[in-house]
């Protein structure tokens, strides 16, 4: 028996997945440079 | 066959103990850089603490005499420091005390509190209040000066750097006879029990022959969910860790809360190369699991963008600890979500942040620990540098009994 490939095409599920990562991410980093902001403001 | 396949079978390895040295090396390099461009210099706020004033001398080692006239060297009173620990590390505060021990003139030369917290309290009159004290008022929260709901830490750090300043100059500078000190007693109650009854618990929950595993870290998951979460609101974060980080080690006998946590996950680590707290007791991990009771969550792992997501989270945690080390504030860049669920505080993106990942703790277990907590790429971390100084000390040890004794 053929051993199945490694590499599978992304599933509806990965992209949901990717998606939250990514705007969970992008949140932390907004968050993260609006404090940055606040110290170097005052 | 198998020593051929060993240097491909490495190669993943031996990048990530590179990258990882390389982080170490930049943090280290901006820990430095942070404690060279560190700025608290009084010089700059002596008019501001003595208006009146038009003469500074300096008196002995961090200790300045105002004159309100310059020829006639009229002494008004002194300008001296006091520091204080604060939620994110010690604050320090210049006082301008007159003759008589009275508080003048407050500024806060350096603090390390979450910026939003710090700003509720300075609008707040607090450092106002604290005007016109004597050295021997008691300055305590809640009895003659009235504090933050929210940011106690905070208040109370601003009202004891003030209080130690005054005593300082009243003390060194005045001659005055300082009122009699408490000593500081250990803070030794229920936050401190919770968590070494959950290590105990983690410890038999681990023992081959126990059955109820299961059953155990369900009430240990609660209990830290309602204890170290609801409750006191005390789960780790990076702000504890940018502390010890940065040297801000706090005085044991107030804080013997994070000694034992920090202290117990180390030993832990070190002893069994196991993270007791994130599966065991973290309240918010807690929190996301019964969530997921709710939505059936199970867990899942994309094998397609598995080590995309990984090396996301480490180049964001990377980042936050070295924007802390930079600017010497461990709260900076602490941008977890805890608190806005425990004690409903925080910005609105933190709020936004909350539900989604609640929502998506309804399908996918844990979702926060896996993709965004900054304690996971760290306990990677420490698995990485146990494992690779177990295998130093296993070749040390190897080249050594080959080696004929002399």
Redesign the interface.
């Known amino acids: 028996m053929a051993n199945p490939p490694r590499e599978r095409k992304a599933q509806p599920s990965d992209l949901i997945l990717l998606l939250f990562v990514l705007i969970s991410m992008a949140l932390v980093i907004i968050e993260l440079l609006s404090n940055l902001l606040s110290q170097l403001v005052g | 066959m198998a020593t051929q396949n060993a240097p491909g079978k490495n190669a993943p390895l031996r990048r990530e103990r590179i990258l990882g040295l390389l982080a170490i090396a930049t943090l280290a390099a901006a820990w430095w850089i942070g404690l060279q461009l560190e700025n608290s210099g009084i010089e700059s706020h002596l008019r501001e603490l003595w208006p009146r004033a038009d003469h500074f001398e300096k008196t002995t080692a961090g200790f300045y005499a105002a004159y309100s006239d310059l020829k006639a060297k009229q002494l008004i009173g002194y300008v001296g420091t006091g520091s204080a620990s604060g939620y994110g590390g010690p604050m320090t505060v210049a006082v301008g005390v007159d003759l008589q021990g009275n508080v003048q003139g407050i500024v806060v030369l350096t603090q390390r509190e ?3 917290w710090f ?1 509720k309290v300075a609008d707040s009159g607090l450092i106002s209040l604290l005007l016109g004290k004597n050295y021997q008022d008691p300055f305590r929260l809640g009895q003659d000066v009235d504090g933050i709901t929210g940011a106690t830490v905070t208040s109370r750090a601003i009202v004891e750097s003030v209080l130690r300043g005054a005593r300082a100059v009243a003390g060194d500078q005045l001659g005055l006879t300082l009122p009699a000190q408490a000593s500081s007693r250990i803070n030794f109650g229920l936050p401190e029990i919770a968590v070494l009854g959950l290590f105990a618990l983690g410890y038999f929950g681990h023992q081959a022959k126990f059955k109820y595993t299961k059953q155990l870290r369900w009430a240990a998951m609660l209990i830290g969910l309602v204890a170290l979460g609801f409750i006191y609101n005390l789960p780790l974060t990076l702000s504890s860790i940018n502390k010890f980080l940065l040297g801000f080690w706090p005085p044991w006998q107030t804080n013997l809360y994070w000694y034992l946590l920090i202290g117990g996950i180390l030993f832990v680590f070190a002893a069994d190369n196991k993270n007791p707290y994130c599966q065991w007791f973290c309240p918010f991990g807690a929190a996301q699991e019964c969530v997921g009771v709710v939505g059936k969550a199970r867990s ?1 792992s ?4 598995r080590g995309l ?1 990984a090396w ?1 989270l480490r180049g ?1 945690v990377w ?2 600890i070295l ?1 802390a080390l930079l ?1 010497r ?1 461990p709260g ?2 602490s ?1 977890e979500i805890f608190g806005t669920l425990f004690s409903l505080m925080g ?1 609105s ?2 709020f ?2 909350l539900g ?2 609640l929502v ?1 703790s309804l399908f ?1 277990k844990r ?1 926060w620990c896996a ?2 907590c900054p304690i996971t790429p760290i306990d990677e971390f420490i698995r990485m540098v146990r494992e690779w100084s177990l295998e130093q000390w296993r070749t040390l040890r190897g080249n050594e009994k080959r080696s004929p004794a002399i």
């Open positions: 979450t910026p939003v700003r899942y994309s094998s397609r963008y997501f996301l964001l980042f936050a924007l600017f504030n900076l860049t941008y910005s993106l933190q936004i942040l989604l990942v998506a996918v979702p993709y965004l």
